[in-house]
């Protein structure tokens, strides 16, 4: 059993920076690649981010290029999303996953909000 656990959310201001944790329990081994996925109120998930666990080769998606890195920690089986001059919009939960020997495992999520 794998467990995802998001960490990092909370309240700041426009142009304000924060930083998510995801730790991922069990063996690496399998591993693929971690991402970052969000959903705001009345809307759909959304990719934001993700790293390919060897190759640490990464993608972002559009909205968020330029303000928001990715990146891991094998030994800890963590990823990290720091996102920096936040604005209203990214204002969501953001969810954490872990892609492993073909199957995909969430975390719960953690709440963003980014007041104006």
């Known amino acids: 059993q794998v467990q995802v656990v998001e960490s990092g959310g909370g309240l700041v201001q426009a142009g304000g920076s924060l930083r998510l944790s995801c730790a991922a329990s069990?063996?690496?081994?399998?591993?693929?690649?971690m991402g970052w996925f969000r959903q705001a109120p009345g809307k759909e998930r959304e990719f934001v981010a993700r790293?390919?666990?060897?190759?640490?080769?990464?993608q972002y998606a559009d909205s968020v290029k330029g303000r928001f890195t990715i990146s891991r920690d094998n030994a800890k089986n963590t990823v990290y999303l720091q996102m920096n001059s936040l604005k209203p919009e990214d204002t969501a939960v953001y969810y954490c996953k872990v892609m492993r020997s073909g199957i995909d495992y969430w975390g719960q999520g953690t709440q963003v909000t980014v007041s104006s």
């Open positions: 069990g063996r690496t081994f399998g591993t693929y690649a």
């Open positions: 790293v390919e666990w060897s190759g640490g080769s990464t």
